[in-house]
């Protein structure tokens, strides 16, 4: 059997704290600007990114592995897209675990045995595998384009690769709750309870209104009531304190939240730029420390799907 890249421990990402230096520990990088399904309530999926779609180039992931490494302890590997579309995803994930928590979240439908096995042995710490209804009818209301069985049939062989290799990656099967899928989440966690994987269930964005929260709380994120709650929740948020994002370009963002790229401080694929220098940049600086005086930009009060506001300003 081969030996297996070993991923650093997962961390908690919330638990995560900066550098002594107060540097980032936490970084999003979007390793493609793509997508095979068309998620209704997806910016990707409902095509209004307005950035160039693009899949990153393993030598300008070298460039950013190298600046990121001294600091990074979690990587996500994706964004506003599906990373198993980039052909040197697990080169990737090699990479990072040599440095960090390898961190991954895809569709699932761009699996066969050989990836899958690539997968499990790339050194990668988590997998999440999105599967939002257990029947075709259900799931693709909003896995448009998808087939759930073929994702039933991934989620099944990783599971068994995982076991062989004595579980090197925590495999996380996902359910975002929907009303029209809220009456398969029982089964769903049936099926993950069968298989020994720990179900997620994810509280949904709802941007476009093409489908409805599930009605239930407990899968409903809060919506915040008031503009003073509103500011000191946007107040605490890590992306001020603690995260990067990295474009499939290169180019550092305020936030995820940020899928145009309206909000750029740099790009880190230039020559002469670093984590250390875009972050303790004066502007991209005082950005963060607004959101963190409650004096957020637009973004954080109108576009971002974390804090939702529930009051009319």
């Given at each position: 059997?081969?030996s297996i890249?070993v991923a650093?421990p997962?961390v908690?990402?919330d638990l995560?704290?900066?550098?002594?230096?107060?540097?980032?520990?936490?970084?999003y990088?979007?390793?493609?600007?793509a997508?095979n399904?068309?998620?209704?309530?997806?910016?990707?999926?409902?095509d209004s990114?307005?950035r160039t779609?693009k899949?990153?180039?393993?030598d300008?992931?070298?460039?950013?592995s190298e600046?990121?490494a001294p600091?990074a302890?979690?990587v996500y590997?994706?964004?506003?897209?599906e990373p198993?579309?980039?052909?040197?995803?697990v080169k990737m994930i090699?990479?990072?675990s040599?440095?960090?928590h390898?961190?991954?979240s895809?569709?699932?439908?761009?699996i066969?045995?050989?990836?899958a096995e690539q997968?499990?042995t790339s050194?990668?710490?988590?997998m999440?595998?999105?599967?939002?209804?257990m029947?075709?009818?259900i799931?693709?209301k909003?896995?448009?384009?998808?087939?759930v069985?073929?994702?039933?049939?991934?989620?099944?062989?990783?599971?068994e690769?995982?076991?062989?290799?004595?579980?090197?990656?925590?495999?996380?099967?996902?359910?975002?709750a929907?009303?029209?899928n809220?009456s398969?989440i029982?089964?769903?966690k049936k099926f993950?309870e069968?298989l020994?994987?720990?179900?997620?269930?994810?509280?949904p964005y709802?941007?476009?209104?093409a489908?409805?929260?599930?009605?239930d709380p407990?899968y409903?994120?809060?919506?915040?009531d008031?503009?003073?709650?509103h500011?000191e929740?946007?107040?605490?948020?890590?992306?001020?304190t603690n995260?990067l994002?990295?474009?499939?370009?290169?180019?550092?963002?305020?936030?995820?939240?940020?899928y145009n790229?309206?909000?750029?401080f740099g790009?880190?694929?230039?020559e002469?730029?670093?984590?250390?220098?875009?972050?303790?940049?004066r502007?991209?600086?005082?950005?963060?420390?607004?959101?963190?005086?409650?004096?957020?930009?637009?973004?954080c009060?109108?576009?971002?799907m974390?804090y939702n506001p529930?009051?009319m300003?």
């Amino acid at each position: 059997m081969q030996s297996i890249p070993v991923a650093k421990p997962y961390v908690d990402p919330d638990l995560l704290t900066p550098t002594p230096e107060g540097l980032p520990t936490i970084y999003y990088v979007e390793t493609v600007l793509a997508c095979n399904l068309a998620c209704p309530e997806c910016v990707i999926g409902m095509d209004s990114v307005e950035r160039t779609k693009k899949i990153m180039k393993m030598d300008e992931f070298e460039i950013i592995s190298e600046k990121i490494a001294p600091y990074a302890k979690h990587v996500y590997l994706h964004k506003w897209g599906e990373p198993l579309m980039n052909k040197n995803i697990v080169k990737m994930i090699t990479l990072v675990s040599k440095y960090a928590h390898p961190h991954l979240s895809t569709n699932g439908i761009l699996i066969d045995q050989k990836k899958a096995e690539q997968i499990i042995t790339s050194g990668l710490g988590t997998m999440i595998i999105s599967i939002d209804g257990m029947s075709q009818e259900i799931y693709e209301k909003y896995r448009v384009k998808g087939k759930v069985d073929k994702v039933i049939e991934n989620i099944k062989m990783l599971n068994e690769i995982n076991k062989l290799y004595g579980k090197p990656v925590d495999i996380l099967p996902q359910m975002i709750a929907f009303k029209h899928n809220y009456s398969e989440i029982e089964e769903f966690k049936k099926f993950c309870e069968n298989l020994d994987l720990k179900p997620i269930i994810k509280k949904p964005y709802i941007r476009f209104g093409a489908v409805e929260e599930s009605g239930d709380p407990k899968y409903e994120r809060i919506k915040y009531d008031s503009k003073d709650l509103h500011l000191e929740a946007i107040s605490k948020c890590s992306f001020a304190t603690n995260i990067l994002t990295i474009t499939a370009d290169g180019k550092i963002l305020l936030c995820h939240q940020d899928y145009n790229g309206d909000w750029e401080f740099g790009n880190i694929l230039d020559e002469n730029t670093t984590v250390k220098k875009i972050w303790e940049g004066r502007l991209f600086q005082g950005m963060r420390n607004g959101i963190s005086n409650k004096k957020p930009p637009k973004l954080c009060t109108n576009n971002c799907m974390i804090y939702n506001p529930g009051y009319m300003d």
